[in-house]
């Protein structure tokens, strides 16, 4: 029951998340800062469908405590993909904030945003990670979402700052702390017990949500404002 359940949530997810971006850049066309916020949403996709296809594999054929070797590894590279696209996600949702806003940027935050970017990634890129065998190491599981966390919070703090009056956009700074609230067990504590895994529905539930708030304010702008 829970391989259905579980599954046919990741699908709905996967589906109406890229239907919507898609909708996002299709709709672009006056306000074409919405393409970028598009192009994030597609990354998001992308990258969790290299982690969530094995992890349903492993949860119809009963491997998911203990995964055969070469499941395990696509269970791996899964989640080193997804820790990258969700990064990319992050930099293209922080330029996306300026480019809709009209805000003037500040450089020096630019440059944090940059260098968080290539720490998360070359975090991501060391073997010690465990992903060839989708092993679990506390201490590297640490170092490379400490960059990613800072991004998060620069990210959040200028949803705040930038969006409060953009009605449902005004949301995406909750949106973003929430999903950030249930990855992070995740990251720590699914190692010692599987179930912990599902913190990872309410945290795409967030980003579902986003999307259609996006598109939402999208279709409300008027069509000659840019």
């Known amino acids: 029951m829970r391989a259905y359940m579980e599954t046919g949530f990741y699908l709905i997810y ?4 890229l239907v919507f971006s898609i909708l996002i850049i299709l709709h672009s066309k006056k306000h074409k800062n919405f393409i970028v916020l598009g192009i994030a949403f597609l990354f998001l996709v992308f ?6 296809v094995p992890r349903a594999i492993s949860l119809f054929t009963g491997e998911l405590e203990h995964p055969s070797a070469d499941l395990a590894r696509d269970l ?5 993909v997804t820790s990258v696209t969700m990064s990319i996600f992050y930099v293209l949702l922080y330029w996306f904030i300026y480019l809709f806003t009209g805000k003037k940027r500040n450089y020096l935050v630019d440059l944090a945003v940059l260098g968080l970017f290539i720490a998360r990634v070359v975090l991501c890129a060391f073997p010690q990670n465990g992903w060839a065998d989708n092993s679990y190491n506390f201490t590297w599981a640490f170092l490379r979402n400490l960059p990613f966390v800072a991004l998060g919070i620069i990210v959040i703090i200028l949803c705040l700052e930038k969006l409060k009056n953009r009605k449902l956009m005004s949301y995406f700074w909750l949106l973003i702390s929430l999903s950030f609230a249930f990855y992070l067990p995740v990251v720590f504590f699914a190692n010692a ?6 913190f990872m529905l309410p945290k795409t539930i967030c980003y579902m949500i986003m999307v259609i708030f996006a598109y939402v304010e999208l279709r409300r702008l008027p069509k000659g404002e840019e």
């Open 76 to 80: 791996g590279t899964g989640k080193l």
């Open 47 to 52: 990258g969790d469908l290299f982690h969530l």
């Open 193 to 198: 017990n599987s179930w912990v895994g599902m």
């Open 14 to 17: 996967l589906v109406s998340t």
